[in-house]
């Protein structure tokens, strides 16, 4: 029953995207997020309907959706570039194989990355994108929310329905995207036009925000912590009642402290002393040890190179003395690291040029349609959702190795077509009203 | 509670979870169908733009 109506969904979801082009984006992102294929017995897990999905979405763009002033940001060039590197580490590698399987997945997620904004030429269809990827999210998210609620969870022990950790199913991956949706989650309860922002979707929204919270608890994932801090200060920043706002956070915050299970509470008290905690002094030492391999790997070392780190650790024994503690093939535990140990300093610039010119280019547009009264005040809110989220995705990033995410180069392809759309309409509203001023281009 | 207690619970919040969100998916794919500003937009705006413009 369960199988048979994920095949439903997908195959409606298939036939809807021959009448509307952008629904076989839509499926491809919800086949990205979701990966029903690991949910299912039969048909789903035998086919490579993400393939299916790609192709259809970017041949029917290529039939048939109007490409007419189609506009190239220059981070959709840094994204190709991008991944032109990863081709040539993974050529290089220090781990061939295994590199090659990150590749074989990789590529085709900058790839879309670069290709989303293309198709991004209306505000429907941007509403739209954002609509499945918070649907597609939220699908793990309410089920990770529920469960911490009745269970308690704990670190590794929170079923999100799929047990391999991949993807969004990894616990801190989804503890640091579940908190940066957020914003984008209430964006909709403004400004949304699929579901005009009745009560209804008020509830559903703020239910959802909730059980983004309960993420991190229910991973136990240290990570998730730091990245509610870091949103609740970024909402008390642009909060207008900032007393208020400052005030309810706090009894929020102690009105939920009994509520949380031993395990969080235990887990959460190792960040004051990470030198007695060996997951911590892993991290410090990876991190150490990346720096010495890019001295002599400044290209990088390919996908997974972490793989042939070998760790001496001095851990506090908590009895005022140290002991030794040795490791080897630790991940990154840091995008930034791991763009570093991956790709090299050409690679990490290139993400960070990538990353950081999103945040710009959003806090351009946040303050040209700033006016809540104007006509695109939904354009400046969405701009400071997105970048938001994005602050706290590379917050998170600096503890996870979740560099190239495929729903993070989503939003960041989201970003960029906000960015091409609204050059788009000022050069169409100057035309209109024959003015000789070149529009203003999309920068980043 | 232990994470075991939850019995055969985890399978209902799975399947109830997927019928709730992409039920909202399906439905708001058949709303698109409706939409013709999926596709194409009318003529901008001039108050917004013109605001936006004088912001920059």
Known sequence: MHDLFLIAFLFTLFVLGLARPFLMVCAYVYIDVVSPQQLTYWLLNSLSISMIAGAGALGLWLIADDKKDARVAPRQVLIVLLIGICAYTTAHADFPVEAKETWDYIWKALMFAAFLPLTLRTKLRIETLLLFMVLSAATIIIVGGLKTVLSGGGYGELNLMVTNNSGLYEGSTISAVAIAIIPVILWFTRYGTIFPPDWRVKAFAYALCFACVLIPIGTSARTGLLCIGLLGVLMWIRSRHKLLFAGMAVALGLAAVPFLPTAYTERMNTIKTYDADESASTRLAVWAWTLDYAKTHPMGGGFLAFKQNKLRMLINDGAGGTRISTDEARAWHSAYFQMLGEQGYLGLLVWLAINLGGLWRMEVLRRRYRDPEGANAWAGSLALALQTAHLVYLLGAAFVGIALQPFVFMLIGAQIGLDTYLARKAAEQAGNLGLARKPRPALA | ?56
């Open chain 2, 1 to 56: 509670m232990a994470p075991d207690a939850l019995g055969a619970r985890p399978l209902m919040i799975d399947n109830l979870t997927i019928l709730l969100t992409h039920g909202l998916m399906l439905i708001a794919a058949w709303r698109l169908l409706k939409r013709p500003d999926l596709d194409r937009e009318g003529p901008p705006i001039r108050r917004g733009i013109d605001r936006g413009r004088r912001d920059a």
